[in-house]
């Protein structure tokens, strides 16, 4: 996926959560988004995911993140 | 569009920017002096931002760039708050700054929990001119913050 792919739009995380990327980390790992979620109690506001998708299975460097599941769009339709 | 010319945008350079930070403790003593921060809490930032290769990102980079130079912005002043707190945070967890998947684990909660002692939102802690500079990594709220 391209960084304007997903930035600014919502998307559906590998926890289940949904939330708007709002940052593109450019790291020399790889690249790695900020997603705010709506947290509920206990819980946190950010979320770091794997731009890529088979990174985040296969890399190591990766094994603590999420990654996105799917790309939802500007905005939440319910 | 900024001219700023940082010299740190490709990955070779952005390591051999790294590699020559760590020298010497010049920085480091400029940058606590210059925010009234404490030497070794600014050392710990120093560390906690640049030795771990995995996780070197050329907007750290610049901002610690534009935190060693002769101007003051707010947003140096948040960043450098932010790192100082989340990075002590980590270290009372004993947690590695070497070992990358322990601080991805432990991230959502250090930075929702230093945003929320900061009282500050994502975009306070960013230079407009880096936010201008790597513009397809920032959301439109970060693009928006400082006008």
């Not at chain 2, 710990?44 to 901002?63: G, H, P, S």
């Not at chain 2, 700054?97 to 230093?114: N, Q």
Request: hydrophobic share 40%; charged share 30%; glycine share 2%.
């Amino acid at each position: 996926m391209l960084n304007k792919d997903v930035l600014d739009k919502y998307v559906k995380l590998s926890n289940g959560k949904v939330g708007r990327v709002i940052r593109i980390r450019s790291q020399l790992r790889g690249k790695v988004v900020e997603v705010e979620v709506n947290p509920s109690d206990n819980e946190y506001k950010y979320e770091l995911a794997a731009l890529d998708k088979e990174q985040a299975l296969t890399d190591a460097r990766f094994k603590n993140l999420l990654h996105i599941v799917e790309v939802i769009g500007e905005k939440i339709t319910i | 569009m900024s001219i700023r010319n940082w010299n740190i945008d490709s990955q070779e350079e952005l390591k051999a920017w790294r590699d020559n930070l760590f020298l010497d403790d010049t920085d480091v003593e400029h940058i606590a002096q210059k925010y009234n921060q404490n030497f070794e809490e600014i050392k710990r930032v120093k560390e906690y931002l640049f030795r771990n290769d995995d996780l070197l990102d050329a907007v750290n980079a610049k901002m610690w760039k534009l935190a060693k130079s002769v101007e003051m912005h707010l947003s140096v002043i948040n960043f450098i708050s932010h790192e100082i707190i989340q990075s002590g945070k980590m270290q009372r967890e004993e947690i590695s700054f070497l070992d990358t998947s322990s601080r991805d684990a432990v991230w959502r909660r250090l930075h929702t929990e230093t945003l929320v002692e900061q009282d500050l939102p994502p975009e306070a802690l960013f230079h407009p001119d880096v936010i201008t500079q790597h513009a397809s990594e920032f959301s439109s709220r970060y693009h928006n913050y400082w006008k």
